[in-house]
């Protein structure tokens, strides 16, 4: 089964506050994504990387940053941490192009959330 | 208008009822569709998957894909409380950017 781990699960940072949101998977997946999901609103995608060092913006970028040093690590930053980023976030993997991902769908696997709160 | 859109719900029904949840869409490139299942504060997990237009079963489950009516469907039979959860739908092309459109997601209810 593909496990993606999400090592902090409920957080509460301060405004200005710098926060990191860890994410590994141990399916050799190249592909990583993170998202935040809000009543209302549903999944948004914050980023996506598709290989190392590689990322590209996804719908709501802003006031986000990613690393991604090692394939099975994908890290969310939130540089100054604001009120408005309370939210859920969920880290995801899926195959790449060249692992076959089309015979998968393109099928995402997600982590088990971590709940944000600002204050 | 969203690419995707799907009522949020929230949908009540009794236990042992056949369930439907829809999705509508409209982009027409989209060949891959998805439901994924999300319980409370828990990350969403793929029910089924489902290629083109047709139907799909898996146990109490179908999925159906109308791609002419950029419509599609997921069908609970007998429904159970522990079906009770988040259902979201989601689609991609073939080619392209490997990222999934996303529902709006359903919150479905099983009442005993």
């Known amino acids: 089964d593909v496990k993606v781990t999400q090592s902090s699960r409920y957080l509460v940072k301060r405004t200005g506050e710098k926060v990191f949101l860890e994410c590994v998977q141990d399916?050799?997946?190249?592909?990583m994504f993170w998202y935040r999901q809000d009543p209302g609103l549903g999944l948004r995608l914050i980023y996506f990387s598709y290989d190392v060092k590689m990322k590209e913006k996804g719908d709501i970028p802003e006031g986000y940053s990613v690393s991604r040093e090692k394939k099975e690590r994908f890290s969310l930053i939130l540089e100054s941490a604001s009120t408005n980023q309370t939210s859920m976030y969920l880290c995801?993997?899926?195959?790449?192009?060249?692992?076959?991902?089309?015979?998968?769908?393109?099928?995402?696997?997600f982590g088990e959330g971590s709940w944000l709160t600002v204050v | 208008q969203k690419e995707v859109e799907q009522d949020p719900g929230p949908l009540s029904v009794p236990e042992g009822a056949i369930v439907s949840l829809n999705c509508t869409y409209s982009?027409?490139?989209?060949?891959?569709f998805m439901w994924y299942r999300q319980y409370s504060r828990k990350g969403p997990e793929l029910l089924m998957y489902?290629?083109?237009?047709g139907n799909k079963e898996d146990g109490r489950f179908t999925a159906q894909v109308d791609k002419s009516s950029k419509y599609i469907s997921l069908f609970i039979r007998d429904s159970q409380p522990s079906d009770s959860a988040t259902y979201l739908c989601?689609?991609?092309?073939?080619?392209?950017?490997?990222?999934?459109?996303f529902g709006q997601g359903t919150r479905l209810t099983i009442n005993p």
């Open positions: 982009n027409s490139a989209f060949q891959y």
């Open positions: 399916m050799d997946h190249e592909n």
């Open positions: 995801a993997s899926s195959l790449g192009p060249g692992q076959g991902a089309i015979r998968s769908g393109n099928t995402i696997y």
């Open positions: 489902t290629y083109s237009s």
């Open positions: 989601a689609m991609n092309e073939i080619q392209g950017a490997q990222k999934l459109v």
